[in-house]
């Protein structure tokens, strides 16, 4: 509230713990709660993928953990910043897809070695959304896909109070709160 935000998306690595506490604290206001979590994947030439996955307002703590187990993460590596999931790439999306969510690649254009598969991602799994760590990126995307339409952002990462609102997306959505984000970031069947 106080940093004039109308919509907030609460991911941790691997964990929901403080999804619960977070709805609670915004109940009586106007900023919307978006769910979610942060996991590390692996596509073929890359270990290092980083999804951010969000859910719809109505999932807490343990639905997040719920889904967590369903991609077989042991509790014992929530919030375990380093911990590869190790199910194959797509049936990841799949079961994230199946329970209502919606994946983002985050900061793949952090290190050389994530930029390398920038392609798969956008080509084979039909990702139009991105989470940059770069604005300069930008130019990587119009110059491989010069007619393709992406949605690029440069937001996440606030790792403490002080900087939440540092780094913000203005977005026109169609519909408020997390159908509108799903409609933006959700994956383009190939062909489009």
């Not at 691997?14 to 106007?30: L, P, T």
């Not at 692996?42 to 996955?53: A, E």
Request: glycine letters at 8%; charged letters at 25%; a positive charge.
């Amino acid at each position: 509230r106080v940093k004039g935000l109308d919509m907030i998306a609460l991911t941790d690595y691997s964990s929901g713990a403080f999804i619960d506490r977070v709805r609670e604290a915004a109940r009586d206001s106007s900023v919307t709660v978006i769910p979610g979590f942060v996991i590390r994947c692996s596509v073929p030439g890359c270990d290092d993928v980083i999804l951010s996955c969000l859910f719809p307002e109505s999932f807490g703590t343990s639905e997040i953990e719920g889904v967590l187990e369903s991609l077989g993460i042991p509790r014992s590596a929530f919030g375990d910043r380093k911990h590869l999931v190790k199910k194959p790439f797509e049936e990841i999306l799949q079961i994230i897809e199946a329970k209502g969510g919606v994946a983002l690649p985050s900061r793949m254009d952090k290190t050389p070695y994530r930029l390398s598969v920038l392609p798969l991602l956008v080509d084979k799994y039909g990702f139009r959304a991105f989470d940059l760590a770069y604005a300069d990126s930008v130019k990587f995307f119009k110059t491989r896909w010069p007619k393709t339409k992406f949605h690029l952002f440069s937001f996440s990462n606030a790792n403490a109070l002080a900087q939440v609102g540092s780094r913000i997306a203005k977005l026109k959505m169609q519909d408020p709160g997390f159908a509108g984000i799903k409609a933006v970031i959700a994956r383009q069947s190939l062909g489009q």
